[in-house]
């Protein structure tokens, strides 16, 4: 078989696979091949955003679909400092002073802190209604 | 596996949208270079400018994007069908090897970026505004959004890919970048007077691992102002080398700076600059060139009123235009410190985006070892200098220098950064160099 394949073709796999190679290598092309056929869409955004981290996109994801909370006026707030995701999931972000929900994701707490003792004082007119280690739904009283 | 078909059908997709309505035999038909033929990879190009021209009109009318993409796409099959046997025979017979890694590229990269979805800080700025066109709100909405100032162009684009993929998912849109990224870079390897392939390829690769920053993919507008830069200097490389007289490659080089414009803010910088010194250094008529010097100030001055009449917003007036630096004139001290301050950020820029390390020492050796200044180089130094006194300008100016610098320079300087690529392969070209017995 080998004879039938002649050098010079032999040479020009030899270099395309080597090229072939290197692209793979600097872009990670079969981790993220294969990341994508096993974990979907909702799980990639969860591994890269993290569930009750960052930005906690998992967080944001449950909560919504939990609560049935699209279109409903809502605050969001990451005491980490990091990006909100209001536009990921289409919320408009209230221009209201009281708005009906409130996410806040990150909670920076010490000791016995909690939210409603915080440097967010607003906080006292709210209900937890979903909590996940330090991100929490919060629910107006009014 | 479903994601990954898509993925695939995407790049067949922008292959058939970006192949309407030129091909390298129509191309080469109107503007007839004698010493230059021009190849698939420009005709691409330049249909992507077409494109994203025609998408701006339908942003600015606000047409229905899933009809725009119905009609456009229906239109290029029928082109790409009916010259089918021409793409058959162009990819068979000259360049299998090329459109093999150019596909194989595109797939890693598109791969790369739906495995890393993250969208960095400006990218939440951006995807505000490509929600407006998602969700088919009028374009006077992003007003509603934050830096409503800024150009919409790259976020239309974005949503109308997102809109048009079959799983209707957000990095669909985002791949038009790297489409358009990497177009831009096999097609400024077509200046390398190089027929081997391999050495193509590796240079290619060479470019890629240079140039390539995944947080730019990750919702910012860079890669759009880098690319487009890129393709405009290929044609301003062939302009250099011609008798520069011929309108209708002048006329190419403005329409491809302009869209810079409605890309990022700074793109009317680079359109205003690299305009000017190109209509400066051509050898036509003194009424031509102050017709395309009005054609330049009258462009930016359309684009403001029309993000002003459209928009309700407008760069003119906000406070990141005040360009204060006469504040500081008298304080000499104050500037050699703003200006110490800006020297060594942009050296540390370099060493962060290692192609600026390339460019610097391509002028060195055009320079001093070769001791050849042509035409080209003449430009791209003329450009380069004004370019970067300009950013020099611009940032003594701000009150805010140390942030600025911090959270922007590298962007800037990088953004540019393509535009003087050329440089380096008009040394591989050079007779003397080692390249050219290859």
Redesign the interface.
């Known amino acids: 078989m080998i004879k039938f394949i002649k050098h010079k073709d032999i040479k020009y796999v030899g270099i395309i696979l080597i090229i072939l190679l290197i692209i793979f290598k600097f872009f990670n092309t079969p981790y993220n091949f294969y990341s994508i056929l096993i974990w979907n869409y909702e799980k990639r955004m969860q591994q890269n955003y993290g569930f009750c981290k960052n930005e906690s996109w998992g967080f944001y994801n449950y909560v919504i679909q939990k609560f049935d909370l699209k279109n409903k006026e809502i605050d969001v707030i990451n005491d980490e400092g990091h990006s909100t995701l209001e536009n990921l999931f289409g919320i408009k972000k209230s221009k209201n002073n009281n708005p009906d929900y409130l996410i806040l994701t990150n909670y920076q707490s010490e000791n016995s802190n909690t939210i409603f003792n915080s440097k967010y004082e607003f906080l006292k007119n709210y209900k937890i209604l979903y909590r996940k280690n330090n991100c929490y739904l919060l629910k107006s009283n009014d | ?1 479903i ?2 078909a898509n993925i695939i059908l995407q790049i067949f997709i922008f292959f058939i949208i970006f192949s309407f309505p030129l091909n390298k035999r129509i191309l080469n038909n109107i503007f007839y270079f004698k010493n230059v033929s021009l190849g698939f990879f420009d005709s691409h190009a330049i249909n992507i400018i077409f494109f994203s021209y025609f998408s701006l009109f339908t942003s600015l009318l606000s047409i229905d994007q899933k009809l725009f993409f119905k009609v456009y796409f229906c239109i290029s099959l029928i082109f790409v069908l009916l010259n089918i046997n021409f793409y058959y025979q162009k990819i068979k017979k000259e360049n299998f ?1 090329i459109f ?2 150019f596909f ?2 595109i ?3 598109f ?2 970026i ?6 960095e ?1 400006d990218g ?1 700025v951006w ?2 505004k490509a ?1 407006i066109f998602f ?1 088919n709100e009028q374009i006077s909405n992003l007003n509603e959004t934050i830096h409503s100032e800024y150009p919409h162009l790259g976020t239309y684009l974005w949503a109308f890919f997102w809109n048009n993929s079959f ?1 209707k ?2 990095y669909f849109g985002r791949f038009y970048y790297v489409y358009l990224y990497v177009v831009s870079i096999f097609l400024i390897l077509e200046i390398l007077n190089v027929k081997n392939n ?1 050495i193509k ?2 240079l290619i ?1 060479f470019c ?2 240079l140039t ?1 920053e995944p947080y730019y993919f990750a919702g910012y507008q860079e890669y759009l102002i880098f690319s487009t830069l890129i393709i405009a200097s290929r044609y301003i490389y062939i302009y250099n080398l011609s008798e520069r007289k011929n309108i209708k490659l002048i006329f190419l080089i403005f329409l491809i700076l302009y869209i810079n414009c409605w890309f990022k803010n700074e793109g009317k910088l680079y359109f205003i600059l690299f305009s000017i010194v190109t209509i400066y250094m051509s050898n036509i008529q003194k009424y031509k060139k102050l017709f395309f010097l009005f054609l330049v100030f009258f462009f930016i001055f359309l684009q403001s009123v029309l993000q002003n009449y459209l928009i309700n917003a407008s760069l003119l007036g906000q406070e990141a235009l005040q360009i204060n630096i006469l504040k500081y004139i008298n304080d000499i001290e104050f500037l050699f410190l703003k200006l110490f301050k800006i020297i060594l950020n942009m050296i540390v820029v370099y060493i962060k985006h290692p192609l600026w390390i390339v460019i610097f020492l391509s002028i060195f050796i055009q320079i001093f070892l070769l001791k050849t200044t042509n035409l080209n180089t003449k430009y791209f130094l003329i450009c380069l200098t004004l370019n970067l006194l300009s950013i020099i300008g611009v940032y003594a100016s701000f009150d805010n220098i140390d942030l600025m610098l911090k959270l922007t320079l590298d962007r800037v300087l990088f953004q540019t950064s393509g535009f003087y690529l050329v440089i380096f392969f008009s040394v591989l070209n050079n007779k003397k160099f080692l390249i050219k017995r290859l």
């Open positions: 596996m994601e990954i090897v093999f890694f194989v590229i797939f890693s990269i791969i790369f739906a495995q890393n979805l993250r969208l800080w939440h995807i505000s929600l969700n799983l998912l957000e391999f390829i590796i690769i890629i691992l390539f």
